[in-house]
């Protein structure tokens, strides 16, 4: 198995998760790799992703494990010899099994507001015991605790840099920041989300998934 790391950057940002899928399984076969499928009534290319990112999000880290026999280097070379840049591969590593989506549980973020001041929206969160933030879902509203899905939270040169979690309790950047507007009785302004790094989180704290999946080196 190949486990890669791949960019997301660009117009690429807006393609659906769907057919980022579909756009690999494309050039899988544009590269002439043989990658072997699953089995049962509807077989399906063994490409497992770590999870879906939201439309219009770039991302520096989001990761891949290709089923297949070759090595790291020939996989990633490759392929990139059929991907356009805003999609490249940027590490790749042979694994004997791997499921990133288990261990991908937090996620760093660049948000550049288009407008407002990002200092004055972080000030004092991480010492709230409580954050309810608000969303509409399907056309219903939402409230949710938050806080403790917060991991690190500051702002310089009107960004805000946020480390929060990611998978099964998911916190979703722009939600977090729209509501950090409005607490500070900002208006909510445009802004550009860029995922920076992922992490798994325990009680031993944060550990960055490249040093994990590819080492230290």
């Known amino acids: 198995?190949?486990?890669?790391?791949?960019?997301?950057?660009?117009?690429?940002?807006?393609?659906?998760?769907?057919?980022?899928?579909?756009?690999?399984?494309?050039?899988?076969?544009?590269?002439?790799?043989?990658?072997r499928f699953s089995e049962g009534f509807n077989p399906h290319m063994q490409l497992f992703f770590a999870g879906p990112p939201p439309v219009g999000m770039e991302s520096e880290c989001e990761y891949m494990v290709a089923d297949c026999d070759l090595s790291a280097e020939c996989f990633m070379e490759r392929m990139n010899a059929t991907l356009p840049d805003a999609l490249r591969i940027v590490k790749a590593g042979n694994v004997e099994k791997c499921n990133v989506a288990a261990i991908a549980n937090a996620a760093a973020y660049e948000i550049t507001l288009k407008g407002g001041d990002a200092e004055?929206?972080?000030?004092?969160?991480?010492?709230?015991?409580?954050?309810?933030?608000?969303?509409?879902?399907?056309?219903?509203?939402?409230?949710?605790?938050?806080?403790?899905?917060?991991?690190?939270?500051?702002?310089?040169?009107?960004?805000?840099?946020?480390?929060?979690?990611?998978?099964?309790?998911?916190?979703?950047?722009?939600?977090?920041?729209?509501?950090?507007?409005?607490?500070s009785s900002q208006p909510v302004y445009d802004m550009d989300i860029l995922k920076k790094m992922m992490y798994n989180y325990t009680n031993a704290g944060l550990t960055d998934l490249d040093s994990i999946l590819f080492g230290k080196g």
Request: hydrophobic letters at 45%.
């Open 1 to 35: 198995m190949v486990i890669c790391k791949y960019v997301r950057l660009g117009h690429a940002a807006y393609m659906p998760h769907v057919d980022t899928i579909r756009f690999f399984g494309m050039a899988v076969r544009r590269a002439g790799i043989n990658i």
């Open 120 to 183: 004055r929206a972080v000030d004092g969160i991480l010492q709230r015991r409580e954050l309810i933030i608000e969303y509409t879902v399907k056309g219903k509203p939402v409230q949710k605790e938050v806080r403790s899905l917060i991991y690190d939270l500051k702002a310089a040169d009107n960004k805000i840099y946020a480390v929060l979690s990611y998978g099964n309790s998911n916190l979703r950047a722009e939600r977090l920041a729209k509501n950090l507007l409005k607490i």
